[in-house]
Structures are given as C-alpha cells and as structure tokens.
T-cell receptor, first 114, second 115 residues
C-alpha cells in the first residue's frame, strides 16, 4: 500500500521568501512521485514529477523537488515566492510497475502576502 | 492538442437521485480515471477505464459506476445520491498502462452538490 503525508495544511510566506512544502511518502515498491497545483475552482495541474534518474527535479514556475529515499521525502521548494503561487498543492505517489493509481496527500494551501 | 473536458461544470441534485458526469480525454490518451475530491481533501481514486473496461477500482460502493466509449470518452454514474457524495469529481486521462509513468492530465472537474 502507498500513502502520502503532507505536513501543514496551510503555509504562509511573504512575497520573495523561500517556499518549502513538505511531503513524506510510504511505498512498498519504488515510487513515482508528483506535485500537482490546484487554483480555485480548477482542476489539477502537474508541477513536476520524479520517476527515475536524477533525484532533483525541476518543474514549471520555478519549483523544484528532491527525492530522498533515505528520508522517504519529496519536499517542494521555490527560492522566491510570487503572489501568483497562492494555491493548493498536492503531493501524490504511485508505484512504478503494474496498475497505477495516484494516491494523494490532503494538500497544503500556500498563502503569499505582499 | 485538446485537453480533458468535463461536463457539466456544476450541478445540484437531491438525495436519492441519480447523476451522470461526462469526460472527454486528451488527444492521444486512451485511459481515463475518475477521482472524487471532497471539500478540503485530496482527490480519492474511484476507478480507471482502459479499452472500455474497468481496470481498477478504489474503495467506492457499487452505486458508483462508469463507462468508456470507443472514442475513449467516459461517464461516471452515481445512483441513490447521498449528502456525502457532494464533491468535485475530477476526470483524468493518460497513456495506457505500461506506457506511462503515472502522470495524469486532469480536467477542471464537475462540482456536484447533493441537497
């Protein structure tokens, strides 16, 4: 079975500050990991993904995440927050073989203040 | 390239009624998954369709059912609606099993309110 834990239902930062959204996963097989963003009244948009290879992955809008197997973590970062980054962020996991379904965390709402 | 489209965007039903939600997959994708997102929660997997057959199901009762058509579009049907069925229903398309890395492409969802 697979699961995802996102620490912090809300994270507040000032514009220009570092963004750090935490995600820890549990998986009995090698995982594929994802971060999705959801703006109000919209569906989910993929920010970035880790499948194999380089453990530091870069995504859209200046976001990046690092897969750390020893810590079972996949934290999302951005060096400098922008007002437009305010949204709900979801970490998700699936397995790398066989039938795949995404298992999502409960989400973290990012608030950006001027 | 056409993205995933869902209809209707919003609807209101009463307890006991039935609802059908529709989804057109992204061009080139032949696998469709449905997710339920309750308010303040992450999406929960309902089921996946591939080659017009259910290819996996989450922890949802049989009154949640689906179809996939030859053009890869899909329907989600929910019978005997309950108040807890109020949620955003998300459709996602992807490349077939074994040919994708788990990435899903989501539509904007259908928001169902059950009164």
């Amino acid at each position: 079975a697979q699961s995802v834990t996102q620490l912090g239902s809300h994270v507040s930062v000032s514009e220009g500050a570092l963004v750090l959204l935490r995600c820890n996963y549990s998986s009995s097989v090698p995982p594929y990991l994802f971060w999705y963003v959801q703006y109000p009244n919209q569906g989910l948009q993929l920010l970035l993904k880790y499948t194999t290879g380089a453990t530091l992955v870069k995504g859209i809008n200046g976001f990046e995440a690092e897969f750390k197997k020893s810590e079972t973590s996949f934290h999302l970062t951005k060096p400098s927050a922008h007002m437009s980054d305010a949204a709900e962020y979801f970490c998700a996991v699936t397995k790398n073989t066989g039938f795949q379904k995404l298992v999502f965390g409960t989400g973290t709402r990012l608030l950006v203040s001027p | 390239e056409t993205g995933v489209t869902q209809s209707p965007t919003h609807l209101i039903k009463t307890r006991g009624q039935q609802v059908t939600l529709r989804c057109s997959s992204q061009s080139g994708h032949n696998t469709v998954s449905w997710y339920q997102q309750a308010l303040g929660q992450g999406p929960q997997f309902i089921f996946q369709y591939y080659r017009e057959e259910e290819n996996g199901r989450g922890n949802f009762p049989p009154r949640f059912s689906g179809l996939q058509f030859p053009n890869y579009s899909s329907e989600l049907n929910v019978n005997a609606l309950e108040l807890d069925d109020s949620a955003l229903y998300l459709c996602a398309s992807s490349f077939p099993p074994g040919q994708n890395t788990g990435e899903l492409f989501f539509g904007e969802g259908s928001r169902l309110t059950v009164l």
